[in-house]
């Protein structure tokens, strides 16, 4: 592919005598919301977590923006562009929510011990600049007035909210989420996939998506991958996935694919 | 606040009449006010049971009620009336301190030099509150850096080197001096650099491992500094004699600002032949505990303590927002190093030595409790846990024991449980304050709720 913002070449990862991914070749054009789906425990989260160098592949690469990023550290990940949210929410529970995004801006911050000490001119516009953008995100992410508030005092989901508010503090050019949508009502996630695609357009971001919600899946993606055991069985636009017998059968048994056909 | 009162407490308060909707229906002054009045009359009343009634107890109790009742933050320049009165008091202590009263089983004030060793076991463990208050990493081993400044004191400030013979505006030289003289105030600022850079060597090989297993190596670098101090009188066989073992370095040169700044600028030429020579020991340590104190606030607030606090918080989550953990750590090390060598620095030339039974692990426990005692991550509750404990270390055991023996008829020599009385304290905190005396609000939030630690990422990327 021409224009892949993220690609793998034959990632994989074993614990033990698990493959939790197969030699799996993976890319994000940039510009599109490429969608990562499978049953539960078909190693999405894994080949997230290796995405994003939380996990070191036992074989194969990770090339972002033209870089082989494969054994980098998470926070070099981060310095070349790549945000993401957990699944199970990681925000800072006892920082505001303000300090929580500023956190994610720390990779954008240049100001060094000697000048926070001094507190330079140079740093204290830094430091006022950054709260700034800090508040515009939180009013993007409708966390307006939620600026003081200590992360686990937030509402549910008020804290995916901010997941991706510090996520996009870190100015990703790719935006990881990990199920965003799970234990939101049917309109918040319908807020939220229209947020997701706003954010694609008016940010110039690309998106990949863990989701278990269909709707969210075939309603936002450009393109969709399915794994299953760890092995990727399809990918493709989300109409051709609906067809794909290999998904069907991985989701619902091999018995509903013979009555189907 | 609420949160922290267990129901057994409402339940007993009900009874009494005071149920909470009741109490939080007040405002927070007024609750402010009566939560401390109780405190004090409390005391008070613990203080006439022990039948050591005196006026000094109000004296006391008014001090403390100004101190706490009011919300000093709502009044402008109110957040400066506290600092500016401890500051006060310290720098007073050398007029009024051996005048004052004796305290109620306390005894009579510190003695100046008790101040000065406050304030330097202040500043030391203002340094480990950047390792252990701000980064959360535990650390064991602090009394190394102490080492490692009270030794560059005794290099670049003593007799020590006699093949060596170099002045730079030291004073008190007597006459065929040998070895380095440097002038105190720049082997200060030398033993912070070189103790920061003995922190960054410690810390890039152990900072990769987490809780305990740091908490273990790191307590394995404390003892061997002292080892080496111990047995550096002929360094690997050659007869170079770095530490002068079991001796130790001494004498070391006293601060001072030379003939001319006295002559022109009052300033004292020689503190160690002044007259007032624990004053201006005690002045000095206010200037180099406000320096670290301006430090920590500054760092706190900036992109790297923002960096700390994430890392402690969320390990695996402040990686995934960019922040590179071993760079990170390793700046919370140097910084923790750099004051902890000054401190020692300044320590060894106040005591005019460096020796190594001054460097035993127990040191490090000590700093260790000044911090969890006062409220990690918090200054002010880090200054008062160090000022206490070094204070019962010094003479307050002693008073305190010797008040106990001459009221219940016993013999014991409590200063000799010193280290199981701390250890007592310790637990005691632990179990009912875990966010110690004066805590900072974002850690006993956390020590309360608990945070996340589940298993970071694989360790061999945890490089940086």
Request: contains cysteine; glycine residues 10%; neutral net charge.
């Amino acid at each position: 592919m021409p224009d892949a913002l993220l690609e793998t070449q034959q990632l994989r990862k074993e614990f033990g005598g698990l493959v939790a991914n197969d030699d799996v070749d993976f890319t994000v054009p940039r510009g599109s919301i490429v969608s990562l789906i499978g049953p539960n425990g078909a190693g999405k989260t894994t080949f997230f977590n290796m995405l994003t160098g939380v996990y070191r592949p036992t074989a194969g690469d990770v090339w972002f923006d033209g870089e082989r990023m494969t054994n980098k550290p998470p926070h070099a990940y981060t310095q070349r562009g790549i945000g993401r949210t957990f699944q199970n929410i990681r925000l800072f529970q006892n920082m505001t929510a303000l300090e929580n995004v500023l956190v994610g801006m720390h990779v954008r911050l240049k100001g060094n011990l000697f000048e926070a000490i001094v507190r330079t001119p140079r740093v204290r516009r830094e430091e006022q600049g950054a709260r700034e953008h800090a508040r515009e995100l939180l009013a993007l992410c409708n966390l307006r007035g939620r600026d003081a508030v200590i992360g686990r005092n937030l509402s549910y989901g008020d804290q995916r909210r901010l997941e991706v508010a510090r996520a996009l503090a870190t100015q990703p050019k790719l935006l990881l989420l990990d199920e965003p949508t799970a234990g939101m009502n049917p309109q918040e996630t319908a807020e939220f996939t229209d947020f997701v695609a706003k954010l694609r357009d008016d940010r110039d971001l690309s998106v990949l998506l863990i989701e278990h919600d269909m709707r969210v899946v075939m309603g936002v993606s450009d393109r969709v991958t399915v794994l299953d055991y760890g092995e990727k069985i399809a990918e493709g636009t989300p109409q051709e996935i609906q067809k794909n017998e290999r998904v069907i059968e991985a989701y619902l048994g091999a018995a509903a694919v013979g009555h189907s056909s | 606040m609420r949160r922290r009162i267990s129901p057994y407490w409402w339940r007993a308060l009900g009874a009494a009449g005071l149920t909470q909707p009741r109490w939080l229906a007040l405002s927070p002054t007024k609750r402010r006010a009566i939560k401390t009045t109780t405190w004090v009359a409390i005391l008070l009343i613990l203080i006439a049971l022990f039948g050591v009634w005196k006026a000094t107890a109000f004296a006391l109790a008014a001090v403390i009620g100004l101190l706490i009742v009011p919300a000093w933050n709502r009044i402008p320049y109110g957040k400066f009336f506290v600092p500016v009165a401890v500051l006060g008091i310290f720098v007073c202590y050398p007029w009024y301190g051996a005048s004052m009263p004796q305290l109620p089983i306390f005894g009579p004030f510190p003695q100046q030099s008790t101040v000065v060793v406050m304030l330097i076991f202040s500043m030391m463990a203002l340094g480990l509150n950047f390792v252990v208050g701000y980064a959360g990493l535990l650390d064991l081993g602090y009394v190394a850096f102490y080492a490692m400044g009270a030794y560059m004191a005794g290099w670049f400030a003593s007799n020590q080197f006699a093949k060596q013979h170099l002045d730079i505006g030291a004073v008190g030289l007597f006459p065929g001096w040998t070895g380095y003289h440097i002038t105190i105030w720049l082997v200060l600022l030398m033993a912070g650099i070189a103790t920061a850079i003995i922190g960054v060597i410690i810390g890039l090989p152990t900072l990769r491992l987490r809780g305990d297993y740091l908490a273990i190596v790191t307590l394995g670098f404390g003892e061997i500094m002292p080892q080496v101090a111990r047995n550096g009188d002929n360094l690997f066989g050659t007869g170079f004699n770095l530490t002068n073992g079991t001796g130790g370095i001494t004498p070391i040169d006293g601060p001072g600002f030379g003939n001319w700044a006295q002559h022109n600028l009052h300033l004292p030429a020689n503190y160690l032949n002044a007259a007032n020579f624990d004053s201006l020991f005690l002045w000095t340590a206010i200037v180099l505990v406000g320096i670290t104190i301006f430090c920590s606030m500054r760092l706190r607030d900036s992109r790297l303590g923002r960096a700390w606090i994430a890392i402690r918080e969320d390990e695996t989550a402040a990686a995934a927002m960019g922040i590179p953990l071993m760079r990170t750590k390793t700046w919370a090390y140097a910084t923790g190093a750099f004051f902890g060598g000054v401190a020692g620095a300044y320590y060894a030339s106040y005591k005019s030595g460096a020796f190594p039974d001054d460097f035993f692990f127990n040191i490090s426990v000590f700093i260790l409790c000044m911090v969890i005692l006062g409220g990690m991550g918090n200054i002010w509750g880090v200054i008062f846990g160090a000022c206490f404990l070094a204070y019962l270390d010094r003479e307050g055991l002693a008073n305190v024991g010797a008040w106990f023996n001459s009221h219940f008829h016993t013999n014991l020599n409590v200063p000799l449980y010193e280290f199981g009385i701390y250890g007592v304290i310790i637990v005691v905190v632990m179990l009912f304050r875990p966010e110690g005396l004066i805590p900072s609000q974002r850690r006993a939030a956390e020590l309360h709720e608990g945070v996340h630690d589940e298993p970071l990422y694989d360790t061999e990327t945890a490089g940086a």
